[in-house]
């Protein structure tokens, strides 16, 4: 267990090492310095030059790197010029309504999608397993921000039920502003959700010691909940820790159209402003969250599975 | 499994009609796939046929008004500048398919070719590749794509790299895991000793054995690099106007949203039935010649 505990925690280590320094290639990769970028056109050769030695540009690659790794571990990830704040504290003051968002969609999801995907392998073949197959593919293949925007335009703009912009005051005023973002970017994985259970209960149900109890004489409800869905959701873990890519990107769309001010929305507005230290810092943190996301999935699997320990 | 590659390398030639004939019936028993195959034929045949179908130049500005709701003249109603929204979501998916094509393209060879040089080549290169491609794929999507925007700008070119770089790792190892698979066959160690060299054994023995599940992944994609292009060209990211996209034409409505929900609710339409009908016939295709593809996804 340590053994595939720091295997795996290296790989994540060597994975974000590179991921950033690739990152820090491709801006250099580009034509036009960086410091002229941020002065943009009006800047005069002095201020260029300062700006140069100020962030290291006058130094080999190398070095650069290192010192873009020793800001990182300390925790800054530069300077906004626009708003005169360091770029972590604009990021992480962001951060919480993108997790809140993400963490409720995957939850109604969990909640809808497991159950169904349940039902749909125990009643296998017949009509509803055939229209949630079909349903959840749909879901999977609609864009998200299609889904926002239709959401939107029905429920806040035409029915005025819900309402559609910022994250709310109080409890009740968040959980109302929530509504419809989470919606959106939950929908397609209860698709995810519902399919990847279906097939892996199908799985299980059909293994020996499912047959065992059921030999003994086991209620097949208690079969189900006891035996074979704690075995059947845990692909679903894994899920959730690839996902959590898909759920970052889904959480720019869904917080331009609702325009809540979490990471995504703020990475469109720095883009937006070719604002290049805020888009590089959100870039950063999201890579992080990823990152974390994908290791912690396959620590909690290699403890629920000890064979999966050995794939790595 | 290898007596399956063994067939398929050695009498791909010979049996082909028939086998093919053979497919379509199976697909034609596939209802979904069907209904898939329709809706792709659809938007492909629009998107190429665009400038003969449009009842009206997409540039052009109706006397009619704007942000007007659908009439017989204007079945999906005019935009804010009081241009024909059908007419544009036409020409809109010849943006969408023309970089579907080009970023597939680019990310099927560069996929292929480093999937091939990971899979046959020496144990430490192989690592080393996996490594880098599992460094690329750390970004999230459409965050790595809007970094890529801030450095290059916005336009469809931009797209089409972004998504050519991200869908690359996952081609490169499909790619060098069939090639493992079967660098150790007797017909690869036949053909060595007969004296073939690596470049002819990859191009005439690997390739062929490992390009058709590949274009059925790539087939699978279509929806996704048509969501990408539409999202970011949604953020005003991507294709810029007076170039008509599904994803720009949704941004218009959406700034005019509570002024009329017209252009919204036409905008999404194209971009549903594209991803819904390239999805239904990718997983029709799958099922039929590859159910080892099935990803868990």
Known sequence: MWFFLARRLGLAAAIVVLAVTLL??????????????????????????????????????????????????????????????????????????????????????????????????????????????????????????????????????????????????????????????????????????????????????????????????????????????????????????????????????????????????????????????????????????????TTLADIINGLLDPRTRESL | MRGATHTRAIGAGRHRPHALMQHWRRLRRDQLGVFGLVLVVLMVGSAILAPWIVPYDHTELMTGGRLAAPTWDHPLGTDQLGRDVFSRLVMGGRVALQVALAALTAALSAGLVLGLIAGFGPRWLDSGMLLVLDAVRAFPVVIFALAVVTLLGPSLWTIVLVVAITSVPIYARIVRTQTQSLRNNEFIQAERALGAGTPRILAIHIMPNVIGPLLILASMDVPLVITMEAGLSFLGMGVQPPTPSWGTILNDGFNHISNSPWPVIAGGIPIILTTLGFTFLGEALRDIFDPKLRKDV
């Open chain 1, 24 to 293: 820090y290639l491709m801006i250099h990769a580009v034509p036009g310095d960086p410091a002229s970028i941020i002065l943009g056109p009006r800047a005069t050769p002095e201020l260029k030059a300062a700006l140069r030695a100020e962030m290291g540009l006058d130094q080999p690659l190398p070095l650069q790197i290192a010192g873009f790794f020793w800001d990182l571990l300390h925790g800054d990830l530069g300077y906004d010029v626009f708003s005169d704040r360091p770029v972590s504290q604009i990021v992480f003051e962001r951060l919480p309504h993108t997790i809140t968002l993400i963490l409720t969609s995957i939850a109604w999801a969990a909640v809808i999608g497991i159950p169904l995907g349940c039902y749909s392998a125990i009643r296998r073949n017949t009509l509803i397993d055939k229209i949630t197959g079909v349903l959840s593919v749909s879901t999977i293949a609609i864009p998200s921000f299609v889904m926002a925007l239709y959401a939107l335009l029905l429920f806040a703009v035409t029915l005025n039920w819900l309402p559609a912009i910022g994250v709310g005051e109080g409890f009740l005023g968040r959980l109302t502003h929530l509504v419809l973002p989470a919606f959106a970017v939950g929908i397609s994985w209860v698709g995810y959700m519902a399919r990847i259970v279906r097939a892996s209960m199908l799985e299980v149900l059909g293994e020996n010691h499912v047959r065992m109890v059921r030999a003994f004489g086991m209620p097949e409800r208690r079969i189900i909940t006891h035996y074979a869905l704690p075995i059947a959701i845990m692909p679903t873990v894994t899920l959730i820790g690839v996902g959590m890519a898909h759920l970052l990107s889904a959480a720019v769309f869904a917080e331009t159209v609702f325009a809540r001010p979490g990471v995504g929305s703020l990475i469109v507005d720095a883009v937006d402003a070719r604002n290049y230290p805020v888009v590089m810092g959100c870039v950063l943190v999201t890579t992080g969250l990823f990152v974390i996301a």
